[in-house]
């Protein structure tokens, strides 16, 4: 049968209609379920505290803690740690926790104002150090393993270079060595002013800069129009998969205040042009931070399309530490660790700290990698 | 025998007034949740803003006031705020270290584990910047 052209309209109409509403009911469905309010998936308990820092022991389901090998955590202090911690069936802590390591995390908290002055040394020599003490007490064992992501990885390396006695295997995930290296959040960063950051008189860096700069790298990301048109589009995606995507941003678009202190002095040793890394001449406080000491095991892995952390700049820590071992790995800054990617990356990190031989009672199948996801913005700046 | 008469297909303006009906209840569905649910305000607001973002309000960027130039008294306690946590640290460290040699006496130095016996290799360091750090909170 052949409609009248204003019936055609009027179907058109009651189509677009049905359809927009059926979105909004969605949107509706989502909103008023329970989210991820960044608690972390795993329970734990805390075992050292310290100004901001919580020093997380993950459970097990009957509120122990393990007894296995102990592993450090450590985020980078510009985001929230729940990262890696995201929600259950997508937690990598909590997947290397269920191949029976005793897991603890960084959670650096939220910075405030007094926290400005937070430098390198505060991070490397003094949280994380006291850190992985607290760590060695708790746990009974000599040499911890760690696992640093982005930027909390570079923490780990100057870390494992002044204490490379406790250390027993360092996994660095997607984190940037070479700073001349173009692009990626240290290059986009400096473009946007980090140069210009003091030292001697830091601020603290609000949380929708720091967003701002991650934007840069997702073009459009930074658009009110283009982030609702996105959102509208995936209105169409089943609500479980909704649900995911909002417990990424629940990560995503809670960005953190940044110490000025730290990323100038970040900027003002490794960034492009300084490059003291590579160099040989990164220093924490008053310390030479000699990365030739790095004598453990070391996994670095990058990640193919990560346009934080470029791959380039992420692998070219085989100069610095020869015996790394190099790995990349398909997927985004964030895929890897909590998206559809770290199917690649949860296994090879529990190998790894397991020296191959990963505990056999683990049980692995529970943690499952998820389906992954992401809002626009990180999806898009995952490349 | 009744004669069966199927139900005739809803004309079209039936079924633009049903989706109206329809609507007005997405509409109430929203409106119970805004009354009932404070938070949702918030959830709704972010959204708008294309963010699925949950349990807090989006980023938004800072007033120019509250991004002013600190006094030069909020400043100085803010450092001096710093410097307690700094000490704070230091105590942890001796706290620590005070554990470890009560463990070490208690194990009557045969049996002492290395790991918590080690004296930490920052601990030297710490107490080397310690000067450093209380001259930047002078300045």
């Known amino acids: 049968m052949t409609l009248p052209v204003d019936d055609r309209e009027l179907e058109s109409l009651i189509e677009l209609s049905r359809r927009s509403r059926a979105r909004l009911e969605r949107l509706h469905e989502v909103l008023t379920s329970p989210g991820h309010y960044g608690a972390g998936a795993t329970q734990a308990q805390v075992v050292y505290a310290e100004n901001k820092l919580r020093l997380l022991r993950l459970l097990d389901d009957d509120g122990q803690p393990r007894n296995g090998p102990p592993v450090l955590f450590i985020p980078a202090p510009v985001s929230r740690y729940f990262i890696l911690d995201l929600m259950p069936g997508r937690s990598f802590a909590g997947y290397v926790a269920a191949a029976g390591f005793d897991v603890y995390i960084a959670d650096f908290g939220v910075p405030?104002?007094?926290?400005?002055?937070?430098?390198?040394?505060?991070?490397?020599?003094?949280?994380?150090?006291?850190?992985?003490?607290?760590?060695?007490?708790?746990?009974?064992?000599?040499?911890?393993?760690?696992?640093?992501?982005?930027?909390?990885?570079?923490?780990?390396?100057?870390?494992?270079?002044?204490?490379?006695?406790?250390?027993?295997?360092?996994?660095?995930?997607?984190?940037?060595?070479?700073?001349?290296?173009?692009?990626?959040?240290?290059?986009?960063?400096?473009?946007?002013?980090?140069?210009?950051?003091?030292?001697?008189?830091?601020?603290?860096?609000?949380?929708?800069?720091?967003?701002?700069?991650?934007?840069?790298?997702?073009?459009?990301?930074?658009?009110?129009?283009?982030?609702?048109?996105?959102?509208?589009?995936?209105?169409?995606?089943?609500?479980?998969?909704?649900?995911?995507?909002?417990?990424?941003?629940?990560?995503?678009?809670?960005?953190?205040?940044?110490?000025?202190?730290?990323?100038?002095?970040?900027?003002?040793?490794?960034g492009p042009g300084r490059n003291g890394l590579m160099k040989g001449e990164a220093t924490v406080g008053s310390r030479k931070a000699d990365i030739g000491k790095v004598s453990m095991p070391v996994l670095s892995v990058s990640a193919a399309r990560d346009t934080i952390s470029p791959p380039e700049g992420v692998d070219a820590i085989r100069s610095i530490v020869p015996q790394a071992e190099i790995v990349r790995l398909r997927g985004g800054h964030v895929g890897i660790v909590a998206g559809r990617a770290a199917a690649g990356l949860w296994p090879r990190v529990v190998d790894f700290l397991g020296d191959g031989n990963a505990n056999a009672n683990a049980n692995t199948n529970g943690t499952g990698t998820g389906n992954g996801s992401g809002n626009a913005a990180a999806e898009r700046a995952d490349g | 025998m009744a004669d069966e008469t199927p139900n005739p297909e809803p004309t079209l303006v039936e079924r633009w007034l049903e989706e109206q009906r329809e609507w007005q209840k997405t509409t109430l569905a929203y409106l119970d949740s805004i009354v009932r649910d404070e938070e949702f305000l918030t959830h709704l607001g972010n959204a708008m803003r294309g963010s699925l973002l949950a349990g807090k309000p989006y980023p938004t960027p800072v007033p120019p006031a509250a991004s002013a130039p600190e006094s030069d008294f909020a400043d100085r306690l803010d450092q001096v705020l710093f410097a307690v946590r700094e000490l704070q640290g230091q105590v942890a460290d001796l706290r620590m270290t005070l554990d470890e040699i009560r463990a070490e006496q208690g194990k009557s130095g045969t049996d002492a584990n290395p790991a918590a016996g080690n004296s930490d290799e920052g601990d030297a360091s710490d107490r080397a910047q310690r000067p450093d750090r209380m001259q930047r909170v002078d300045r």
Not at chain 1, 126 to 132: A, E, H, M, N, T
Not at chain 1, 144 to 158: N, Q
């Open chain 1, 112 to 270: 405030t104002r007094e926290d400005r002055f937070c430098d390198l040394a505060y991070y490397v020599d003094g949280l994380i150090r006291r850190s992985v003490r607290a760590i060695r007490r708790t746990s009974g064992a000599a040499e911890v393993g760690i696992v640093g992501y982005c930027l909390g990885g570079m923490l780990a390396l100057l870390y494992s270079a002044l204490n490379p006695g406790t250390v027993s295997r360092l996994a660095l995930l997607t984190t940037m060595v070479d700073g001349d290296v173009e692009g990626g959040i240290a290059w986009i960063a400096h473009r946007m002013g980090l140069a210009g950051e003091s030292y001697e008189q830091p601020r603290l860096v609000s949380a929708i800069e720091v967003k701002s700069w991650f934007e840069m790298l997702a073009p459009g990301s930074n658009s009110l129009i283009g982030r609702v048109s996105d959102l509208w589009d995936r209105l169409d995606d089943p609500p479980e998969r909704l649900r995911d995507v909002r417990t990424m941003a629940s990560w995503v678009d809670d960005v953190v205040p940044a110490p000025g202190r730290l990323l100038a002095e970040m900027h003002r040793q490794f």
